[in-house]
């Protein structure tokens, strides 16, 4: 099955500085790769995914990139502010598959 | 919408009693999804319905646990007899069938269960 890894486990970043979160897959049939943040108390949270026939997608002040050869993916946070401490967690299925693999999640603090 | 809804938000049991949980999914949706979250091994999925009909339940740690979904609206896990190392977080989760845009999965708040 799909085995994705993530880094770091955890992350303490500045406010208005950036933040990076990188995963790896294993499972090059993979083509669908969304990404959670999870809040204290709440439950998982899509804030924005990406498919295999695209390299880059923004929203705001995130964005993700994938690197089909290599098989990894990562997820960008700019100016980043003290809402965005969160878990957050990568996951890679593929398209139309349910079973979505999670990484372990990154603990980003935001720093005032 | 009102989200997908869990109940019990809280639950402290005893080792060896029952524990039921319950899910109300997204109105319209087709896929409903328990998932477990502990520290040691992050989220996993346990079992997951689509119109009702289970598909997937190899994720289902043991015969102690078991999912229903009697209507399109409501689902229940139950773990029987319930065992200190069940504790975790338990999402439902819900999806509709998917569109262009990716087959986004919607989670509940999750019920916290200890088991002592």
């Known amino acids: 099955g799909e085995n994705v890894e993530q880094h770091p486990s955890t992350l303490s970043v500045q406010e208005g500085d950036s933040a990076v979160i990188k995963c790896t897959y294993s499972?090059?049939?993979?083509?669908?790769f969304p990404w959670y943040k999870q809040e204290l108390g709440k439950g998982p949270q899509l804030i924005i995914d990406?498919?295999?026939?695209?390299g880059e997608k923004k929203d705001q002040r995130i964005a993700v990139t994938l690197n089909k050869t290599a098989k990894h993916f990562s997820l960008h946070i700019t100016e980043t502010q003290p809402e965005d401490s969160a878990v957050y967690f990568c996951?890679?299925?593929?398209?139309?598959?349910?079973?979505?693999?999670f990484g372990a999640g990154t603990t980003v603090t935001v720093r005032a | 919408d009102a989200g997908v809804i869990q109940s019990p938000r809280h639950e402290v049991t005893e080792m060896g009693q029952e524990v039921t949980l319950r899910c109300k999914p997204i109105?319209?949706?087709?896929?409903l999804f328990w998932y477990r979250q502990t520290m040691m091994r992050g989220l996993e999925l346990l079992i997951y319905?689509?119109?009702?009909?289970?598909?997937?339940d190899s994720g289902m740690p043991e015969d102690r646990f078991s999912a229903k979904m009697p209507n399109a609206s409501f689902s229940t896990l139950k773990i029987q007899p319930s065992e200190p190392r069940d504790s975790a977080v338990y999402f439902c989760a819900s999806s509709e069938a998917a569109r262009i845009g990716g087959n986004t999965i919607y989670f509940g708040e999750g019920s916290w269960l200890t088991v002592v």
């Open positions: 109105s319209g949706h087709d896929y």
């Open positions: 499972d090059s049939a993979s083509n669908y």
């Open positions: 996951a890679a299925s593929l398209f139309n598959d349910y079973k979505l693999s």
């Open positions: 319905f689509n119109n009702n009909v289970p598909i997937d």
């Open positions: 990406i498919r295999s026939n695209v």
